[in-house]
Structure formats: C-alpha cells, structure tokens
C-alpha cells in the first residue's frame, strides 16, 4: 500500500475481504477485493451494493462568510440551498479550467459540508477563507458510505422512516442501528442510491450490519474500482483521469473548460460572478475536444490511453472503459476532437485492443435518469 496519512474505521474489513488497500486521495482505498469486480457491477445495477468512499474529502464551511466563500468559489447559486438541500458543483481557476468537483450540502443556516474529490477545490477554498469569518474543518472522523442500487430504497425504508419521501440530492439527519447518522440521497453509480455519513467509531457497526440484514436483498461489498464501470455507463467524470492533467495538450498548461468536459450545466442560470466566470465565458465555442462516448465492437474492455483514429488519423484518446455481461457491450469515455464527436463515428481502437468502434452519445445507460430521480 502506498503510504497514506489518512485510515479508514473500516481497513479491517477490506482486507478480510481481499483488498490490500492501495492509496487514494491519502487513504487505504479498497480499489479491489477478492471477489469478482463484474458480480459488484452486476449487483449495483440489479440489487444493491455497498462501497467505503470515505476517501472523499469531507470538509465543513461554517460562519457568516460561509455562503459567499462558497457562492465565488463554485459554479453554483448557493444561496438557493436550503438546509437539507445539496447539489453537485464545480470549481474553476482564473483561467477559467475546471479544477475540481464537490457536493455542497446546506447543514443550517451559516453552515455547509462540502465533499471534494481529489482536486485542489478544498486547497482554494482554505486559501480563500483567510480573512473571512468562516471556520474550516476537515473532518476526517466522518465516513462515507455509499449504498447504490435499487435495493437500497427497498433496504432502508426498513430501518429509517421516511426515506422514501427524500428527494434527488436533500439529506436528512436520523438514526441507523440506533447511531446518528446523515443519510444522503447522492451516490456515483447512475443507480437510486444513498450516503451513510457517520461518526469513525461507528463505521464498522453500520457496516457489519447493512452487510448482515441486507443479504435478503441482495446486498453485498463492493470494490472501489466497481464505480469505474458505473461511471463509464452513467457519464460520471473522475478528476484528473479524464483530464488534461493525466493527457496534456502540447505546449499548454493543464486545464479543461467545463464546454470541454460537457459540465457546463453546472453553471446557475444567470450566475456570472465566480472564479475564472470571465474566462469560461469568453472560452464558449473554442473547444479543444469534447468528452464523448464510444463503443466498440469487441467482448473485450479498452485501456485508458488506447488512441482513437479516424480516416488513418489520430482523434481522441480513451480515459476510461468497461465490458458489461450484463448487456454484452463494450463502452468507453473518451476524449474525441470536435469534429469527430457525434453519433455514428466510425472509429478505431489502437491500443490494448486493435477494434472497430463509434462515437456514442453519453450517458449510456438511463439517459433520462429516471432510475436515480424516481419518486417513491
């Protein structure tokens, strides 16, 4: 394992469960187990899984500065959550390029977590707090635990009430096996899923328990890698694997505009003032590459940096991809130059693999996401 200075309550588990814990954003990430990665990718999508992502920075922003720290930091209109409501946000440098994503929860009135992924987002953030009346606190005795799949409603509407009522993207505060706990109806899977955010001590209790009550349901451990098959499916990106900071451009800084990376949703309608706005406005239009699909015609996965061609010519590079038993189909997201990215392609894949392909829209799986905003 790749030393880390930050450990997970749940180690133990991962390694009874095969995992050697290898380094991700300083801590021991169970990225494999001994169990097969393609039965955690097939029990998220037809049942349930439960993963460990307390590797995610968990940090919170509290004071009377707290909202407008976060409204020039981020992409979003801040003072539209309430508490109980999050949503999911980007962060820019001034020159207008994605630096990093998070979720911004609205714990109380002057208070809000913030879950960063492995960018400079919460590095910004505490720079930009000096001199501000906001108080910051990485919070690494909170853990994160992500059950996703359709079960997973079915599972906890045994054990917490009301939790069929919880909206896409709110939480609420309650009680799971008689320990506090904030339940969040987010996830990384493209499947209707939930976070368990509670206290270190308790990880392993909650753990153990959702594994043992749950196996009715179909409920089983999960290996963080599982989520690189979900995202490819479900259009989830993960910083900086995606990103120019893993396939630079020649002779440029690195850095991607949200135009490029396809999150440019992310901005509020009609927000204008946030870091790097002027930037990523006047960068509308002079895209480099877009993030687009393709799928190939082979029954084998493609490697991240396998090359793309069209006509005999390079255009695009795989960032990331999977071959589902479920649907017999192997998919990649890719980063394709402009003039390539639209449906029907043809394209080839040089690489790990020598196959045909084509540019395919994203997300592939539940383009309208109706699995993961269901009512009910």
């Not at 949503?87 to 390029?97: M, Q, R, S």
């Not at 135009?259 to 949703?265: A, N």
């Amino acid at each position: 394992m790749a030393h880390s200075w930050r450990i997970s309550a749940l180690a133990d588990r991962h390694r009874a469960l095969g995992s050697n814990l290898e380094d991700w954003n300083g801590m021991g990430t169970a990225w494999t187990y001994a169990s097969d990665l393609a039965d955690h990718h097939e029990a998220i999508r037809t049942k349930a899984g439960l993963m460990d992502v307390s590797g995610l920075k968990k940090v919170h922003y509290v004071g009377p500065h707290a909202e407008s720290l976060l409204n020039w930091a981020t992409t979003r209109d801040i003072g539209k959550l309430y508490p109980g409501k999050s949503v999911y946000a980007t962060l820019l440098n001034e020159d207008g390029k994605f630096i990093d994503d998070c979720i911004v929860y609205r714990t109380g009135p002057n208070a809000f977590m913030v879950v960063h992924g492995a960018g400079t987002g919460y590095e910004r953030l505490v720079r930009s707090a000096q001199g501000r009346q906001v108080a910051v606190l990485f919070d690494d005795d909170l853990h994160d635990l992500s059950l996703q799949g359709p079960a997973a409603v079915e599972f906890l509407a045994e054990h917490v009430p009301g939790i069929r009522d919880l909206p896409y993207f709110h939480h609420l505060q309650t009680r799971l096996f008689g320990r506090p706990v904030m339940i969040s109806r987010t996830g990384y899977t493209g499947e209707r899923g939930y976070e368990i955010f509670c206290k270190a001590a308790d990880a392993p209790l909650i753990w153990d328990a959702i594994l043992d009550k749950g196996k009715p349901f179909g409920i089983v451990p999960c290996a963080f890698t599982a989520l690189d098959w979900l995202r490819v499916e479900s259009y989830l990106l993960f910083y900086p694997y995606d990103n120019s900071e893993m396939y630079p451009f020649a002779d440029e800084k690195a850095g991607d505009t949200l135009w490029e990376l396809g999150l440019d949703f992310t901005v509020s309608p009609d927000k204008t003032d946030f870091c790097g706005a002027a930037e990523h406005f006047r960068l509308a239009g002079k895209e480099r590459f877009r993030i687009f699909g393709v799928e190939i015609d082979a029954q084998k996965t493609t490697q991240a940096g396998d090359t793309l061609w069209h006509d005999g010519k390079p255009v695009g590079v795989i960032t990331c991809g999977m071959y589902s038993r479920l649907t017999g189909r192997s998919l990649a997201i890719a980063r394709l130059s402009v003039a390539q990215a639209a449906a029907g392609t043809p394209l080839e894949v040089r690489g790990s693999i020598e196959a045909r392909a084509h540019a395919a829209l994203l997300p592939f799986d539940d383009p309208d996401k109706k699995k993961r905003t269901a009512i009910g």
